[in-house]
DNA sequence: ACCTGAACACCGTTCAAGT
DNA sequence: ACCTGAACACCGTTCAAGT
């Protein structure tokens, strides 16, 4: 007599998201999600591996939202270069304010089971890629693009991990880091009009 | 009778700190401490109020490390502040290379009580904050030694989380983005005298 | 076919008891 | 004064037994 479903995938994931915004990575505990979900721990070996899988699904769906966050963030038509890197940054700093543990699980060092599939990376740092080309050009989009991404993520890391706590403004070390970052991902055509 | 001491809060640290290279934070538990030191766990409890006070003492070690070899990378008479940013960033990278996991523990988002002292913090980034104030200037010194921090803390993190999975060449990536770090805080006044 | 209780090996931490 | 075994409340995971 088989017994019927009493959960899904689907649902783990989105209440183990939940449970990670609320309680931490250190919350996100298999029973938490069981009782979320209305099963007992061991019921949930049937839809994951493991815990690490569990979390790189997160991970993914993590990613997914961000991603949206991002296009919907430079999907305004005429946005200059700069202005949509402004735009890019501050949606990511949003995102990273809003969910600290879920935006904090897309860079953390985990093992390989327990990390998205590249495809879903890909998906997600669309918009990264356009406002990269945007200002460098499609040559240096590559390297432009994870200049970006490694400084918004390193800022809000810094920010979130409390190595601001030696004073300072970080709206205002953010908006100058933005500024900077937009000069030096045109300043290869400066410098090559200029000769300097 | 009182009992002889058996160890040192100076050698738990020691080998935590070996512990946490070798097998990571995960593997750095209690138990796993005590064996290395020659006790039982719950002697530890008389060194450290607990494993997150373990943690903040371990992550002060490493940002020393890290502060000694950033200062040795800097202290050559004569560095062209673009040089020193170079030597400053492949030091970074090589440190973080050689000691992922401690060099992870800097910028993790722990609770409080796992968190290093913040004049821990300041001393190990002195020589960031020299570079930092060579390229920009005092006015902008602490605004520019972040920048160079968060995108240094966040390239090599993005590296080791796997996030380079899509292609290219990381080595050229972190070249590049030295270099447009450096084009980026000494543009200020290069905008301030063409008028851009 | 799915779910469960029981069990196992592991955590961090506390504490009374030893010396 | 320091150290220890035992204990407690928790983990992730497995598996035989239920339906």
Redesign the pocket.
Known sequence: ???P???SLDQIVREASAILDERGLDGL???AVADAVG?????L??RVR???HLIALVTEAVVDALGEDLDRAVSVPGLAPRTALRALADAFRAFAHARPAGCALIFMRLPPAARPEAEVLRRGSAAVFRVAAALAGERDALEAARMITAWAHGFVDMELSGAFRLGGDADRAYRYGIDRLADALTGGLRESLTGS
């Open positions: 007599m088989p017994a479903q009493r959960t505990t298999m029973h099963v007992r721990a061991p019921s070996y049937k493991d815990r690490n």
